[in-house]
């Protein structure tokens, strides 16, 4: 959502702590002085601002680390109760944005929200890691504690009641199908049954959002599933979910929308949205036998992106009932034989590789 | 800082330290050397020789006395480094720090839990060694010679302070290093100073009454505190989840 309207902006002053206000456009930065001792200080107000169907607002976040850039110029929203998946290869910045969102490392510049609380700001911080659940890339279970207690220390850390942590323990590992191992050693678990102990850790101070990096990397496909269902289970409780992962098929399955990173957020959009907005339809002509002749054709046909793999010849379309016929005539014109003729949509993958290829 | 907040976490750490056994053995067994073999040494000397000079027992003492001071420089390096390595080598931080927990009362927990285990093992080797001295020295000196003010400076305030010294060192090494033997070979270093006053005092160099020892004492508190300082600078989340290997 993009407003125009002026917004303001909190200013607290770095020398005396005091709090004013100050209006701007979005994406403006201006250069303010605090009233009480005269320090002098900069705000940038945010390009976009958030209404409050919102729980995650970015606005042209950074993070440089030395002269690597990690994470340059993202902006993006998340809305309340939507599973947001971030689909980047290795590398891409996934982690350190969602460090970032979690007030686990700073950003460089730029501004993000969390259900309204701000980033980077020591006191909306500590707020901001109440409200969350994280599932790090790596577990991060003390192996030597049984489940039961690896649960119990962080109900105590979230200051839940005695009541609480029982009933909050007892769902969750009964719901993850792990009640019956409570008493056992993390370190004797399978990394499926790790994964979804640390899922139960994440919730057990029930919050409101939940971040996941990579919550089914390394697993067996029936494990996986159990996680996946288990997300789009929290999803009917409304909660935000933040999914990084590189797993196409995964992403697909379950978020509401994607965002592409490589460094810089490519696209986003819903899975449908993604699959059509870069690589259009492709036609996929399979011949009886393949020749040189018309393999050389075919190629000085105006086509694009054509690829020959065996007797099959692949290439994108945006109109096919206009642009298949001449393709089709000059196989035929040249003797081939054509076995099949289809036209299919372009698939997430597509998209994925040529943006992250850019 | 919230005291409560870092007690949660000394108590999680004290229920992982119940299940490793080589913490209970790097607890345990400088506290049972020192507190029986020294009794058993002068006991030994004393049957040979036919009896040691009375003043000559009490320097014995008095120096023996020292080694709970040198003791308390190691004996929490296995564990503090534990504390901080052990999680490293887990991964168990990422999620810790993502918890409403500020890093001064994470690295207090860790500190917490190194230093009341230590303490306490210490202090039961104490009572045990003084206990054993007075029975093996009591025929040659006709009287108690524990308790009194030397080993209760020492106990009291010279032993908790290099324990402190040891953890914040511990801590600072941890963040350096991958795994808890490493660690551990830094942290040797800590017990150097203290041997060094060992020898000083047996070459004659220093007597360790009770003014030189609350001076040590004072000096031990600055470092202290200059290492707090220096580990809370270095146990910060961004430091710890870019910068620690």
Known sequence: MIDTANINQKFRCPSCGNIQFFSGSPGQQIFVVCSSCGAKGKITFPSTTADESTMIHVSHLKKVFGDLVAVDDLSFSVKRGEIFGFLGPNGAGKTTTIRMLCCLISKTSGSATIGGYEIGNKEDSIKIRKMIGLVPDNVGLSENLSAYDNLDFYGRIYDLTDAQRKENIQRFLEMLGLWEKRNVLVRTFSKGMKQKLAVARALIHNPEVLFLDEPTANLDPESAKTVRDFILELKKQKKTIFLNTHNLDEAQRICDRIGILNTTLRAIGTPQELEQSVSGKKTVIVLEQMNNVILNTVKKLPLKNLIQEGNQLTYDVIDPDKENSPVVETIVKNGGHIQSMNVVGSTLEDTYLKLVRK | ?245
Do not use: C, H
Not at chain 2, 117 to 146: C, E, H, K, R
Not at chain 2, 222 to 234: A, C, Y
């Open chain 2, 1 to 245: 800082m919230r005291l409560s907040k870092a007690w949660i976490i000394a108590l999680r750490d004290f229920k992982i330290f119940r299940r490793q056994r080589y913490v209970w053995y790097s607890l345990i067994i400088f506290p049972v050397i020192i507190s029986i073999l020294f009794p058993t040494v002068i006991q030994l000397v004393a049957v040979r020789t036919g009896g040691l000079p009375a003043a000559r027992i009490t320097m014995l003492l008095d120096a023996f006395s020292m080694f709970f001071v040198i003791g308390a420089a190691f004996v929490p390096l296995s564990i503090a480094t534990y504390t901080i390595v052990g999680e490293k080598v887990e991964k168990s931080l990422e999620p810790l720090l993502a918890t409403p927990l500020t890093d001064g009362e994470i690295l207090l927990g860790k500190t917490i839990s190194a230093f009341i285990p230590t303490l306490v093992a210490m202090s039961i080797g104490g009572i045990i060694f003084q206990v054993g001295m007075d029975v093996v020295t009591f025929p040659m000196l006709n009287y108690y010679y524990f308790p009194n003010w030397t080993i209760a400076v020492i106990l009291l305030i010279l032993m908790p302070a290099a324990i402190i010294m040891s953890v914040e060192f511990s801590v600072i090494v941890s963040s350096r290093v991958n795994d808890v033997r490493s660690a551990m070979s830094f942290g040797i270093v800590m017990f150097l100073p203290f041997m060094g006053i060992y020898l000083a005092s047996e070459l004659g160099l220093i007597t360790l009454d009770i003014i030189t020892l609350l001076l040590i004492a004072g000096v031990i508190f600055v470092i202290d505190v200059i290492l707090f300082f220096v580990s809370t600078t270095m146990f910060k989340r961004e430091e710890i989840l870019t910068k620690w290997k």
